[in-house]
């Protein structure tokens, strides 16, 4: 499977383990995007982690603008560990419009101040 070789991925169980607090961390540090891909909604191994994955970021973008983030820089995916080319897709979708938007101010900020 081929994707973007700057791209880092972290495994977890579940999507559901992810906690919106390390997601609104890394993007207001200077990560330039994150993507959050889960199973389909109601096909989670573990009964409802992609419906509580799918509640809790719900607001996650309306913080990420108030902490000066342009919410575009977070998606949420649904897709199947048996859908190998659309996950490397998406990863190359996201990307590409990550690509576009630039570095994150908020690095550039960082790296003007240090």
Same mark, same amino acid.
């Given at each position: 499977?081929?994707?973007?070789?700057?791209?880092?991925?972290?495994?977890?169980?579940?999507?559901?383990?992810?906690?919106?607090?390390?997601?609104?961390?890394?993007?207001?540090?200077?990560?330039?995007?994150?993507?959050?891909?889960?199973?389909?909604? /109601?096909?989670?191994?573990? %009964? !409802?982690?992609?419906?509580?994955?799918?509640? @809790? #970021? &719900? /607001?996650?973008?309306?913080? %990420? !603008?108030?902490?000066?983030?342009?919410?575009? @820089? #977070? &998606?949420?995916?649904?897709?199947?560990?048996?859908?190998?080319?659309?996950?490397?897709?998406?990863?190359?979708?996201?990307?590409?419009?990550?690509?576009?938007?630039?570095?994150?101010?908020?690095?550039?900020?960082?790296?003007?101040?240090?």
């Amino acid at each position: 499977m081929q994707y973007p070789p700057h791209l880092r991925i972290i495994r977890v169980m579940c999507s559901g383990m992810v906690n919106p607090e390390l997601v609104v961390h890394a993007l207001t540090q200077g990560a330039d995007g994150v993507i959050i891909m889960g199973c389909h909604l /109601g096909e989670c191994h573990y %009964l !409802e982690g992609n419906f509580k994955t799918d509640a @809790r #970021f &719900e /607001g996650t973008r309306v913080v %990420l !603008e108030n902490c000066g983030v342009d919410a575009e @820089r #977070f &998606e949420t995916v649904w897709v199947s560990s048996a859908e190998a080319p659309k996950f490397a897709e998406n990863v190359v979708r996201f990307s590409e419009k990550i690509r576009k938007m630039g570095p994150n101010p908020l690095r550039v900020q960082k790296v003007v101040n240090a």
